[in-house]
């Protein structure tokens, strides 16, 4: 097992770039198909295996208009690209994100095993509940669920994946040629799960993989994301702008944890970042004022209607107050847009001076010299704001600072790992194996 | 393009064995989890490469008994399988088998194109009405669909699919860096389809893939599999014991297809065959006999209960008449079920008959020395009583048989290719890329 107080590393690989990084795929270095060409993902993530990440990590969306982030376009479903990084790697885990709200859990509980199988113990799966409302058409839906619906489906859902992966004890399939016993079905256990929002009989038609249950990771900072987190997620991918706010999250998700009864030790803490690394501060700074002056106003006027299910802002004057957008926005990412209606009330902001404040909050906290980003992580993660970090990977030349400047420093300094401990991802970040629902409950009935 | 008139060849990649295929998993040659185990199928897809098959098929099924065939009870998902393939191989081409009882057109639409990306289009989509009524229990629904209804939604959610496909032109994406255009609005296409069983708004999100779309294959007896197949497969995956039932099969496809509007040279037949090949023809003969032998009585009689929706026919007497099952199957394999039921009433047969008669049954045509295989595939192909075979694959030096000792003889005749005249499974099927909707639309309407 790890060492648990070493920092965490996840690779966000998204190819032409996601939102806000409206003009990513202009870089000479990377090809405007990256999206799309799976050479692109399997060079990044042996990259990042090469510099001993925990993880790759890749996001998803289902719902396209034409102003869509370019990423979002385009794209390879999650699943079928990291089974094809999968076998271009052998220690690095590959996590991808699948919605609860449109998938079946019997799907998604076989599609993982099979890529935690494939992978020799590396699957994860990132659970989302969809917030793009305009979603339910693509799946024979006029409306998209409420937000109380979309994350008590997201529950049952995980739970339903869950015992689907216990279909079957470790010892099911002896496969003994001798004695011509392929399967002992004594071991084979059926779901019968009825619930709110899902029936599902089982038994699924695959054996436990490696890790026994792919790894949970989680994204969400609503009060119900939260809770959802803290029920169900062993590492939670999240956002955070100072260390403050890092340590209140990692703190309130841990309560909430606890008092559910898991361990909150078995929760990671892991926020998305992005990095300014020059070969001094002052050269990062001047990088980093050039990549806000390339932000493109119109487009993030435009994506600013996404959390709103795509509300059309261009049609408003920029220099009036925020307009009053009624409820739009209350079947898509209802949190973000509360925030963004809170801040434009709370500060009397234009519209404009919304999008701009939106364009500035894309900004990195962790801008510098390899030396000085590598003390800032440091700082941050000893301070518990985070147990570690999932870095986007555009440039590849950009991503080699990374690892090949800030890395070194931390690896000295015992903050990140050398070598790999295990090869499954729970062996490396530390997580403990799930014991299987049926035995377990055969052992606790055998000693009373 | 290829030479439409050489033998198209496809290898059915089994792990450890599917239905009637008791015993083939204690084969030394095949470990007991090869149906899991990734390195199995890339190995004997690159044996089928080397030997230009122009595709592995790999078969699926959602639902599970503790009777389930070995193949069925513990497999990888065939899409996860196949971009894990895909990587590792450059020429061959991946059908995968996907359900339009139990899966959404837009989540099959993406993961199909992905696997064509990810590929250099080399995707097939096996196009299934699922058969098991127990696999209802898996989805949420208290029955599985009837007949009617299941070839409904197999016809329209293809259809979609199909349409999804064509969500964006060839030149949508002209990531042309120095005028800063990624993507061109004008040629994105939602769906926005409505239909008996499905609405999807779409677009979808992802490009048009290298094939245009993927090849579609589709298997189906019955009076409407033949039509859904008629309809839209390009590829149909049948039986065939006698070359007049392969010709009559062949016509009646043809006839359909020609009467639906379609070129009826379009669309392949490529029936399933097992081969039992050794150095003499009497040889193939005691091979054929032990292999016979070797089956499981009390195993057929177990997945006998299958079509009849996992009818426990073990509790019946063996040497009474064939039970009345009354309508067990409906739901199920109902053509399958009908066929047995009419088998024991026109021959009188005991249900110990029906199960010896199902064991005979799976016999091969294709027996004796490579020289005598190779003829017989010969004739077959040359009487138009299929276009091309599927070849199931077991043990490697069995395969090896038909590789390297039937295949040359063939070569040599110039019935099968020497080198693949293509890099997608399309070019090398002699299949042509299917237009763009909505380019077709757009030519019709600038020609009037």
Same mark, same amino acid.
């Given at each position: 097992?790890?060492?648990?107080?070493?920092? %965490?590393?996840?690779?966000?690989?998204? #190819?032409?770039?996601? +939102?806000?990084?409206? &003009?990513?795929?202009? $870089? +000479?270095?990377? +090809?405007? $198909?990256?999206?799309?060409?799976? !050479?692109?993902?399997?060079?990044?993530?042996?990259?990042? /295996?090469?510099? %001993?990440?925990?993880?790759?990590?890749?996001?998803?969306?289902?719902?396209?208009?034409?102003?869509?982030?370019?990423?979002?376009? &385009?794209?390879?479903?999650?699943?079928?690209?990291?089974?094809?990084?999968?076998? *271009?790697?052998? *220690?690095?885990?590959?996590?991808?994100?699948?919605?609860? @709200?449109?998938?079946?859990?019997? &799907?998604?509980?076989?599609?993982?095993?099979?890529?935690?199988?494939? @992978?020799?113990?590396?699957?994860?799966?990132?659970?989302?509940?969809? #917030? =793009?409302?305009?979603?339910?058409?693509?799946?024979?839906?006029? /409306? *998209?669920? =409420?937000?109380?619906?979309?994350?008590? !489906?997201?529950?049952? *859902?995980?739970?339903?994946?869950?015992?689907?992966?216990? @279909?079957?004890? =470790?010892?099911?399939?002896p496969r003994d040629k001798e004695r011509g016993v392929f399967f002992d079905p004594s071991k084979q256990h059926p779901l019968n799960h009825v619930g709110e929002h899902f029936s599902v009989v089982g038994p699924l038609n695959i054996q436990r993989s490696p890790q026994g249950r792919p790894v949970i990771f989680q994204a969400g900072d609503s009060d119900e994301g939260r809770d959802l987190g803290a029920s169900i997620a062993e590492a939670i991918f999240t956002h955070a702008q100072t260390i403050e706010q890092g340590q209140a999250f990692a703190n309130d998700i841990r309560a909430r944890a606890a008092a559910k009864g898991r361990d909150p030790e078995n929760v990671l803490i892991v926020p998305g970042i992005s990095l300014v690394i020059a070969d001094t501060d002052a050269k990062a700074r001047d990088k980093e004022r050039a990549l806000r002056g390339s932000k493109d106003f119109d487009r993030a006027l435009r994506e600013l209607g996404r959390p709103f299910g795509w509300h059309d802002f261009t049609r408003y004057d920029l220099d009036a107050p925020f307009p009053d957008v009624g409820d739009a926005g209350d079947r898509s990412f209802r949190t973000q847009a509360e925030r963004i209606k809170k801040l434009a009330r709370d500060n009397g902001y234009t519209l404009r001076q919304v999008v701009q404040h939106t364009l500035d909050s894309w900004r990195s906290p962790f801008v510098g010299s390899p030396l000085t980003v590598a003390n800032e992580i440091q700082r941050w993660f000893e301070a518990g704001a985070f147990d570690g970090v999932n870095v986007t990977v555009n440039a590849p030349s950009e991503f080699a600072r990374f690892t090949d400047g800030v890395l070194p420093i931390l690896r000295e300094r015992g903050v990140v790992r050398r070598e790999y401990e295990a090869s499954t991802l729970r062996g490396n970040l530390g997580l403990p194996v799930p014991e299987n629902a049926h035995t377990a409950k055969r052992l606790i009935g055998a000693s009373r």
């Open positions: 097992m790890t060492n648990r107080r070493q920092l %965490k590393l996840g690779a966000v690989l998204l #190819g032409v770039g996601g +939102p806000g990084q409206h &003009n990513t795929w202009l $870089d +000479p270095e990377i +090809p405007g $198909d990256a999206s799309v060409d799976i !050479r692109w993902y399997i060079a990044r993530a042996q990259e990042a /295996e090469a510099a %001993k990440f925990d993880h790759v990590f890749i996001v998803d969306s289902q719902f396209i208009t034409p102003n869509s982030p370019n990423h979002y376009l &385009n794209r390879l479903e999650p699943l079928t690209l990291l089974s094809a990084v999968a076998v *271009h790697t052998t *220690h690095i885990g590959l996590v991808g994100t699948l919605t609860t @709200s449109y998938n079946d859990p019997f &799907n998604v509980a076989r599609r993982l095993a099979s890529l935690d199988l494939i @992978s020799g113990g590396r699957a994860g799966w990132n659970v989302v509940a969809t #917030g =793009d409302g305009g979603t339910a058409g693509n799946y024979g839906r006029a /409306e *998209h669920y =409420d937000y109380a619906t979309r994350y008590g !489906r997201a529950l049952e *859902h995980v739970l339903v994946v869950q015992g689907l992966w216990d @279909s079957y004890e =470790d010892d099911a399939f």
